[in-house]
């Protein structure tokens, strides 16, 4: 039996990759012998990182450093925005590697039992920098439905669709597919928004599932002070963040940095890590030059020791309370039934802080101040205990959750098994 993985997974985003080791383990101990294939926006990094075999989600290789017209000169430049240029490259180039590449992924799917679209962030077109995520969902959806592999997405997240034809791919994709779950109810809403009614169940995130954790659930800090994680995103950070903006990237950064100056005046061990490489390593050094800069401090961790889900892992379990962003640097944390202060910068964070009875303890990345932070901070460390034990009951809610949602997963897998061999 052959399992596909198909995920936007492979940009050093750690949340991504515990999604992926989450369904991979999962997988693993239900179905004896199972084989899985990723399908991915970099096949080398997810076949280091998770240990299968990979293959690219569309024809253009993922990099770190997106294409742009920096360094071209006006006359390049013309020419590759030209109308008549585009429509040749197009006609003669890009349509015949499209159809070449459509084959050899035609070629992958019919040897699969089942492709999965697994994985938070699938149904949102800012993947259209990436030679278009939503069209790369809808190709390989078609690809299976004409193999007749069945396909099926797992506790996914939605919007925004800004693109009209975006919106039409994922409709399409989800329509044609045998089950669907959506992580959070407004993931769900977002889709019926722009025309996609189904009532499809919620299940949680698949990174609640992540397995053998219990030995870092009952770690803490080694330290005789309480330890603070805190775990920066590159929020409008140029060269970093989608929609870069200078002055709010360094007032995020100031506040931070005002923030661990105050956390040690209270007795407090700061320590930073990342959730996604090598961006928010990028950002912790900054963070780093400015607490030295402003306050004469120097923080340790400057987060180049975590590279990989287990080095993120590993880190949380050893401190005792968490200050984040990034929805897996926010969710992670819960998994190992740690308490977090969420400063939010998109409504999927609200929304996993709501699920888990913590909105308190939830403000806004782009309004926060510091003094309401340090206030926020306060209560939820005298609060402490009571948080973690919501936490627990949560964290087993949502693993009950993800476990019945594997079995139903493996039932249509040998259900499908079986009139394959039937015919």
């Known amino acids: ?27 693993e101990r239900r179905i004896p012998g199972v084989q899985i294939n990723g399908f991915s926006l970099n096949p080398d990094d997810t076949q280091a990182r998770h240990g299968i075999p990979s293959f690219p989600i569309t024809r253009i290789r993922w990099n770190r450093t997106s294409p742009g017209s920096r360094g071209q000169s006006r006359l390049n430049f013309a020419i590759q925005n030209n109308p008549l240029v585009r429509f040749l490259r197009r006609a ?18 019919r040897s699969l039992s089942m492709l999965i679209f697994s994985g938070s962030g699938q149904l949102a077109d800012e993947w259209s920098k990436v030679d278009g995520h939503s069209y790369s969902i809808f190709r390989w959806s078609l690809l299976a439905r004409i193999a007749g592999i069945p396909t099926v997405f797992l506790s996914v997240g939605a919007g925004p669709l800004n693109g009209r034809l975006n919106r039409r791919f994922v409709k399409t994709a989800l329509a044609t597919s045998m089950y669907r779950s959506f992580r959070d109810a407004e993931s769900r809403a977002y889709m019926a928004s722009v025309g996609f009614f189904r009532d499809d169940p919620i299940v949680p995130d698949l990174a609640h599932s992540l397995p053998d954790v219990e030995e870092l659930r009952s770690r803490r800090s080694a330290s005789r002070i309480e330890v603070v994680g805190i ?18 990237y360094q007032s995020y950064l100031g506040k931070l940095a005002s923030f661990a100056q105050w956390l040690t005046e209270e007795g407090k061990e700061v320590v930073f890590f990342p959730s996604a490489v090598p961006s928010d390593t990028k950002v912790i050094q900054d963070l780093n030059h400015l607490i030295g800069e402003r306050h004469g401090l120097s923080v340790k961790n400057d987060g180049t020791s975590v ?26 944390p819960f998994v190992l039934h740690k308490p977090v202060l969420a400063l939010s910068y998109h409504p999927k964070d609200d929304s996993l802080m709501a699920s888990m009875n913590q909105e308190q303890y939830c403000l806004s990345i782009k309004e926060f101040r510091l003094q309401l932070l340090q206030e926020r901070f306060r209560s939820l460390a005298s609060n402490a205990d009571q948080v973690r034990e919501q936490i627990v009951l949560k964290e087993r809610e949502f693993r009950d959750s993800l476990d019945r949602q594997y079995e139903l997963i493996v039932s249509y897998l040998s259900g499908h098994e079986k009139r394959h061999r039937a015919q």
């Open 92 to 109: 003669l180039l890009r349509v015949p590697e499209e159809l070449v590449f459509s084959l050899r992924a035609w070629r992958h799917v």
């Open 231 to 248: 775990s920066p995103m590159a929020y409008s950070a140029p060269g970093l963040w989608y929609a870069h903006h200078s002055d709010s």
């Open 1 to 27: 039996m052959k399992v596909g993985l198909f995920s936007p997974m492979g940009t050093g985003n750690l949340g991504d990759a515990s999604t992926q080791d989450a369904i991979i383990r999962n997988l």
């Open 307 to 332: 590279s990989t889900v287990t080095d993120l892992l590993a880190q949380i379990a050893d401190v005792d309370l968490v200050v984040a962003s990034r929805f897996h640097g926010i969710l992670l």
